[in-house]
Nanobody, 121 residues
Framework: QVQLVESGGGLVQAGGSLRLSCAAS????????MGWFRQAPGKEREFVAA?????YYTNSVEGRFTISRDNAKNAVYLQMNSLKPEDTAVYYC?????????????????WGQGTQVTVSS
C-alpha cells in the first residue's frame, strides 16, 4: 500500500523558515514527478512546486522555496524561506505526476494527508 506522510509544518513568524518532508512507502518514487500543493481556507488547492528531471515553481514562491528529493530515502522536501502570511495553508505532498504538466493536480496518483503551515504577521 502506497503511503505519503508529510511532516515539518507548524507556526512561524513572517520572514521565518520551515522545511517540509514527505516520506513515501509502498513503492519507489525515484523516477517520477513529485510535487507539493497547498490549500488555504476557502480556496482551491494550488500548485507550489514539483521535481522530476527539472524543478518547477509557482511564481509566488519562486526564489523563496526550494524542492529537493533524496531517492535513497524515497523522500521529497520543501525548504520554505522568507515565509509570508499568504503562505498559510495545508501543504500536501503528491507523487507520480505528469512530466508535461507537473502543476496539474489531477495528474498525480498519490497524495498525503497534509501538514498545516501557519505564518503569523
Amino acid at each position: 500500500q502506497v503511503q505519503l506522510v508529510e511532516s515539518g509544518g507548524g507556526l512561524v513568524q513572517a520572514g521565518g523558515s520551515l522545511r517540509l518532508s514527505c516520506a513515501a512507502s509502498g513503492r519507489t518514487f525515484s523516477s517520477v514527478v513529485m510535487g507539493w500543493f497547498r490549500q488555504a481556507p476557502g480556496k482551491e488547492r494550488e500548485f507550489v512546486a514539483a521535481i522530476g528531471r527539472s524543478t518547477y515553481y509557482t511564481n509566488s514562491v519562486e526564489g523563496r522555496f526550494t524542492i529537493s528529493r533524496d531517492n535513497a530515502k524515497n523522500a521529497v522536501y520543501l525548504q520554505m524561506n522568507s515565509l509570508k502570511p499568504e503562505d498559510t495553508a495545508v501543504y500536501y505532498c503528491a507523487a507520480d505526476g505528469s512530466r508535461f504538466l507537473p502543476e496539474r493536480s489531477a495528474g498525480y496518483d498519490y497524495w498525503g494527508q497534509g501538514t498545516q503551515v501557519t505564518v503569523s504577521s
